[in-house]
């Protein structure tokens, strides 16, 4: 059974920062493009950052391109999102996903992941 576990949410005032964590357990981790999305109240869940099966590739959506950065650790098998210069709009529950395919590049799409996480709030104050 294919497990994501995040962690690492919590409320940070305006311009600092958050690291987010995923744990996943149950599958190769290793071939697998992960990616992270977030939804706030009342609106579509939306693509924030994606990393290759290799951690060859990184994507980002603009609106946090500069500021969040994604990487993973096979040996750990832990995806992280390193969150800087928050701001009141990056409020959202935070979601860890694995593609449902390997040896990827990594998706924008939620249809191409398989598997996600509970989530972890992130609350950002002004």
């Known amino acids: 059974q294919v497990q994501l576990v995040e962690s690492g949410g919590g409320l940070v005032q305006a311009g600092g920062g958050l690291r987010l964590s995923c744990a996943v357990s149950?599958?190769?981790?290793?071939?697998?493009?992960m990616g992270w999305f977030r939804q706030a109240p009342g609106k579509e869940r939306e693509f924030v950052a994606t990393?290759?099966?290799?951690?060859?590739?990184?994507r980002y959506a603009d609106s946090v391109k500069g500021r969040f950065t994604i990487s993973r650790d096979g040996a750990q098998n832990m995806v992280y999102l390193q969150m800087n210069s928050l701001k009141p709009e990056d409020t959202a529950v935070y979601y860890c996903?694995?593609?449902?395919?390997?040896?990827?590049?990594?998706?924008?799409?939620?249809?191409?992941?398989?598997?996600w996480g509970q989530g972890t709030q992130v609350t950002v104050s002004s």
């Open positions: 149950g599958r190769p981790f290793r071939s697998y493009a």
């Open positions: 996903a694995a593609d449902r395919s390997r040896y990827r590049s990594g998706s924008i799409y939620t249809d191409e992941y398989a598997y």
């Open positions: 990393i290759s099966w290799n951690s060859g590739s990184t």
